[in-house]
């Protein structure tokens, strides 16, 4: 796990979040890619739900306290990061972290898609590499089972892929990329939920006043009746920061 010291580290609740701009975020990225050894490294992108679902994930906290980069991926973090540490922490999403690298390295970045429903990253990849002119490394769907995880591990290993996205859901994708990282032994590998998705067009990117506002996720839950049972785990999530910020408050 590596943290240089320009990074300041925060935690919220006992999961770590570095206090890191979208623009230093892609900086980092790129050194691991193109200028340090080569060398495997993970990347969280925290939102609410990862803290409500690690409550009863152990294998999930893991992967999430050793991950070599953990950014604030939603408003909800930014919020919490404020009333629990009293940080001003900026926002790096999922989406706008890939679509940054795809960018900026275009020609120069090879990239491995890993994840959604059968077919769904070919066309990922394609629109990709037309959008970016990014080279594909590799595609694989994120729907197998743990005993073939070592056979995805190493294709994704042997594809020499520069870039992992890893978009098996919350959970799963973090908990692989963590586990394989060693085999795998990719620069950059980041679980990015519906990122895939996004490229394939599959699935819509927030409107962009929602994005700028950092309130995706409400019109995300409000329009796909899938994400509906989202929402109790969020207020579970403001149940959690109130009651730790009263807890402080009484030790403190």
Known sequence: MTNPDHTQRLTLFDLPLDNITLDGTLDRLGDW????????????????????????????????????????????????????????????????????????HGADLRVFFLGAKPGVAEVAAQNAARDYGIQVAG??????????????????????????????????????????????????????GGVIDVLAGTADLAPAWTRRLGVEWIWRVAGDRKRWNRAPRLAKFVQMVRAEKRRAARSG
């Open 33 to 104: 890619i193109y200028h340090a050894p080569r060398a495997p490294h993970t990347v969280v992108t925290l939102n609410p739900e990862f803290i409500v679902q690690s409550r009863t994930q152990p294998d999930f906290v893991t992967a999430m306290q050793v991950a070599d980069l953990v950014t604030a991926d939603g408003v909800g973090i930014v919020w919490a990061a404020r009333q629990l540490c009293a940080q001003e922490v900026p926002r790096a999403p999922g989406f706008d972290i890939v679509q940054g690298l795809m960018r900026r």
């Open 139 to 192: 595609i694989h769907h994120g729907y197998f089972d743990l005993p073939e995880d070592q056979r995805v591990a190493e294709l994704v290993r042997d594809s020499g892929a520069d870039l992992l996205l890893t978009a098996m859901g919350a959970g799963r994708q973090e908990t692989f990329n963590q586990y394989w990282r060693q085999v795998m032994n990719t620069p950059v590998m980041i679980g990015c």
